[in-house]
């Protein structure tokens, strides 16, 4: 056979191989998100994710918030009415489809038009894209401010990718994106926006593409955007103002880590033996795959593919319930997907012949550094340790690394480069994401296993429960309904771990979308909050307690509006929490409390002791 027919072979061979990769990697895709999507129905928190419910049910209740998402998700709660399922789904629809955005903005701003077509790029957008579905890994899925926060980083991201000095109609709406973005991590998180505010203008002045009047327009959206939710959501910029400061002074009351000082710290991580062992065999095999998968021969491009084929057999496995054993790796698991941005160095080094580093521009340098710091701006806020929140980011890692392969992207058949590197992504988020359903979060049991269906709030909004969830629900409501219990009745959780009873119940929290108790100023915290409600409503509340708790809250909170536990109010039922509930083994009683005086002496009382505090 003469050369140029031996060349021709080999690329057909090769040819053949990238389309097998490629259709491997959008099954890939669809089996993730139609897994998530159907586990949607699964599993149900009592504490966090009841609280995030709460607060988009009815976010006018609470005068004080230092985060805003509630108001951003309340017509969405409206309009899918209040169903939990549904709200789990559209919240990892619209993640998936930002970090597409951004995933397809990366690959044609990054690597030159020529390296990849469209199917290519579309494929591997969106297998990279999945990983934007780790913050899924400890099984929180309804929308939240952590959620909130993730996309507005994936928009200001895109913005920051799209937007030049110059001006362009493309340029123009990369300015506006990061005005969006900047406007909703505030509602998110005011500390991640100030952090995205200076990490985008350190970018902007090393990448030349600062442009003062682009800036101000990105400015002038995120003012103008933020005006109008102040005036929509307390009537005035002052009121809002007022909101904002009242938030910072309850977490600073609640003693829970939120203080600047306390923010400003440096964490640092754990990588236990079996960790280093996965990321750094999963880094070698999603650095072969890539690597091997732009040979010229068919040896290598072979074992690429078969490779690729690995990745999608596993994480179809994990998917398909094959496999039941997930990772447990430990507290720093989310920082597996390394391996990726690992592997995708390893790979530039090779292609370059180690001369990846001297090859780079500035730009690319900045955009790495940028896309690397953007998990710990998503975590800055936390009391959490910033490494493990940041890993709910980690696509923000993953196209940092990928960034540094620019150099090397001129290079024939890229796009055969990418796709197992987008698959490796895909299936290490599958893998975090699996570990999580079978560990959720303040959940006894794999979300597999469970088989009992209850609306949780508003009828229609089902969710399968272990069977001690079940029982705990049902118990709850039925207590609160053979009690004379009106859905919309105010009610003071006293358990510092209950949102959700109250949620399923239909009864309104008030004070707090969660009185949360187990932290030194919990107490004070609750007393604040409940001094900022109507004495009308305080008359008509009802109280749930647990008196033996790890979390309660002191009775003597109510003190403060002039009712006293044990004489203005009677036991109206006492049920069992299940195994799990909160994240504790033990079972305990619970106690619904009615009032027992008349609205207008309860109202009264609470007056007279206002007046005199």
């Known amino acids: 056979m003469t050369e140029p027919l031996i060349h021709d072979r080999q690329r057909q061979n090769s040819g053949v191989a990238e389309k097998l990769t490629l259709v491997s990697s959008v099954i890939g895709t669809a089996a993730a998100l139609a897994w998530v999507l159907w586990f949607s129905h699964y599993g149900f928190d009592f504490t966090d994710e009841s609280f995030y419910l709460v607060w988009m049910a009815n976010p006018f209740n609470y005068s004080v918030s230092a985060t805003q998402f509630g108001f951003v998700y309340h017509p969405l709660y409206e309009w899918l009415g209040g169903s939990i399922a549904a709200l789990r789904q559209a919240n990892m629809l619209i993640t998936f489809g930002l970090a597409w955005g951004l995933c397809n903005a990366f690959l044609k701003t990054v690597f030159q038009t020529q390296a990849l077509e469209t199917a290519p790029r579309l494929a591997v957008g969106a297998a990279l894209a999945t990983s934007a579905l780790a913050f899924l890994a400890t099984w929180l899925p309804t929308p939240s401010y952590n959620s909130l926060a993730l996309q507005a980083l994936l928009i200001a991201g895109t913005g920051v990718l799209l937007a030049e000095k110059t001006l362009s109609g493309v340029s ?110 999963g880094a070698v095999v999603f650095a072969s795959a890539a690597f091997f998968a732009q040979a010229q021969t068919r040896g290598p491009v072979v074992l690429a593919a078969l490779l690729a084929a690995f990745m999608m057999v596993l994480e179809l496995a994990m998917v398909g ?31 370059s012949r180690l001369e990846l580093v001297s090859r780079l521009t500035r730009a690319q340098w900045a955009l790495a550094l940028l896309f690397l710091a953007f998990p710990h701006i998503f975590a800055f806020g936390t009391n959490n340790n910033y490494w493990t929140s940041g890993a709910n980011a980690g696509i923000f890692w993953v196209l940092a690394g990928l960034a540094l392969l620019g150099p090397v992207a001129s290079g024939g058949r890229f ?40 609306d949780i709030g508003r009828p229609g909004s089902t969710v399968l429960l272990s069977e001690g969830f079940a029982r705990y629900v049902s118990e709850a409501v039925a207590v609160a309904n053979g009690a004379g219990f009106s859905k919309g009745t105010p009610m003071i959780d006293l358990t510092g771990q209950s949102p959700g009873v109250l949620y399923a119940m239909g009864a309104s929290n008030i004070g707090q979308a969660w009185t949360i108790g187990g932290y030194p100023g919990s107490n004070a915290l609750a007393t604040a909050m409940l001094g900022k409600v109507s004495c009308d409503e305080l008359a008509r509340a009802w109280v749930l307690a647990e008196p033996e708790g790890p979390r309660k809250l002191s009775a003597d909170v109510l003190l403060a509006f002039g009712a006293d536990l044990p004489v203005d109010f009677e036991a109206a039922g006492t049920f069992q929490t299940p195994v799990g509930a909160g994240g504790y083994n033990e079972v305990r009683s619970q106690q619904l409390l009615k009032p027992v005086r008349s609205v207008e002496n309860a109202a009264q009382a609470c007056a007279d002791t206002r007046t005199i505090h």
């Open 172 to 281: 123009i709406a990369g300015w506006l994106l990061i005005g969006v973005g900047g406007w909703l991590a505030f509602m998110a998180k005011p500390t991640t926006a100030a952090a995205l505010g200076v990490g985008v203008g350190v970018y902007l002045l090393l990448t030349g593409k600062f442009n003062i009047r682009l800036l101000a327009l990105a400015l002038g959206v995120a003012a103008g955007l933020l005006v109008l939710s102040a005036v929509a959501m307390d009537g005035a910029v002052p009121a809002f103002v007022a909101r904002l400061k009242g938030g910072v002074e309850a977490g600073n009351a609640l003693g829970g880590g939120h203080t600047l000082s306390q923010l400003l710290r440096l964490d640092d991580f754990q990588l236990g033996e079996k960790m280093r062992l996965y990321l750094m065999a």
């Open 321 to 351: 319930g094959l496999i039941r054993q997930p990772l447990r790796t430990g507290a720093f698991q989310g920082l597996l997907i390394w391996a990726v941005p690992f592997a995708g160095i390893a790979v530039g080094l090779l292609l």
């Open 415 to 454: 796009s055969a480069v990418l796709l197992p590197l987008g698959m490796a992504a895909q299936l290490t988020t599958v893998a975090l994401i699996f570990t999580g359903m079978n560990a959720p979060y303040r959940q006894p049991q794999p979300l597999r296993d469970n088989h009992h269906p209850k």
